[in-house]
C-alpha cells in the first residue's frame, strides 16, 4: 500500500489559513488523494478528494504537486470546531483506506 | 449527522463473551465499512460488504464476522473477547463501488465503544 508521511501536529489561530502538509512520494498513477478528519468524539468525516488538479470545496482546498508526490489541504479560515486529526489517505479502485496517525491540528482562539 | 446509525453506543462486556454491533448505512447506500480504533493500532479497516457480498478484508480477527442483511443493515460479531479488542468500532456507508475503495466520499457513523473487562 502506497503510504502517505504527515507531521504529528500543528498548531493554528483562529480565523488564519492553515495548511496541512502530506508527503506522498510513492503514490501511483491512480491513486487518488483523499483527507478525512475526525473531530473528538466523533467518527472521521469527508473533507475532499483529488486526482491530479487542485480542487476546492465548501469546507477546503486541495493542492497537489505537479509531480504528486505531495499535496495540502487548506482551510482558508481557521475556527475552533476545525481542530481534529486530520488524515491523508491513497486509495485507488480496489484498495480499502489505510488510515495512518495523521496530524492533531489544534486551532488557539 | 451522517445518515450512519450505530447501536449499540457503548458496550461493555466480559473477556470471552460475545457481541453484536449494528449498523444502518445511509438511504441509497450499498457499501458497508467496518473499521476499528485503538489507542495503539488507530483506525484500522475491517472488512467491506456491498450489496450483501463481502467484498474486502482488512484486519480482521478470526474471531470476528460480519454480513450485511437484505436492507443493506450490517452486523459485526464479537466473539470469545479479550481485553485488547476495546476499542471504538466505526461502520461507514457510500454510495457504489462493488470493489475497495469508493471514489465517493464515506460516510462515518459515531461509533460503538466496546469495553472489554
Known amino acids: 500500500d502506497a503510504k502517505t508521511t504527515q507531521p504529528n501536529s500543528m498548531e493554528s489561530n483562529e480565523e488564519e489559513p492553515v495548511h496541512l502538509p502530506c508527503n506522498h512520494s510513492?503514490?501511483?498513477?491512480?491513486?487518488?488523494i483523499h483527507w478525512y478528519r475526525q473531530l473528538p468524539s466523533q467518527g472521521p468525516e469527508y473533507v475532499i478528494h483529488?486526482?491530479?488538479s487542485n480542487v476546492n470545496n465548501r469546507m477546503a482546498s486541495l493542492a497537489i504537486a505537479e509531480d504528486r508526490k505531495s499535496s495540502t489541504l487548506i482551510l482558508h479560515r481557521a475556527t475552533l470546531r476545525d481542530a481534529a486529526v486530520y488524515y491523508c489517505?491513497?486509495?485507488?479502485?480496489?484498495?480499502?483506506?489505510?488510515f495512518g496517525p495523521g496530524t492533531r491540528l489544534s486551532v488557539l482562539p | 449527522d451522517s445518515g450512519v446509525t450505530q447501536t449499540p453506543k457503548h458496550l461493555i462486556t466480559a473477556t470471552g463473551q460475545r457481541v453484536t454491533l449494528r449498523c444502518s448505512p445511509r438511504s441509497g447506500d450499498l457499501s458497508v465499512y467496518w473499521y476499528q480504533q485503538s489507542l495503539d493500532q488507530g483506525l484500522q479497516f475491517l472488512i467491506q460488504?456491498?450489496?450483501?457480498?463481502?467484498?474486502a478484508k482488512g484486519n480482521i480477527l478470526e474471531r470476528f464476522s460480519a454480513q450485511q442483511f437484505p436492507d443493506l443493515h450490517s452486523e459485526l460479531n464479537l466473539s470469545s473477547l479479550e481485553l485488547g479488542d476495546s476499542a471504538l468500532y466505526f461502520c461507514?456507508?457510500?454510495?457504489?463501488?462493488?470493489?475497495?475503495?469508493?471514489?465517493?466520499?464515506?460516510?462515518f457513523g459515531p461509533g460503538t465503544r466496546l469495553t472489554v473487562l
Open positions: 510513492t503514490i501511483s498513477g491512480t491513486d487518488y
Open positions: 461507514a456507508s457510500s454510495v457504489a463501488t462493488r470493489w475497495g475503495v469508493s471514489y465517493n466520499e464515506q460516510f
Open positions: 483529488g486526482l491530479t
Open positions: 460488504y456491498y450489496n450483501g457480498e463481502e467484498r
Open positions: 489517505i491513497l486509495g485507488h479502485y480496489g484498495q480499502n483506506f489505510v
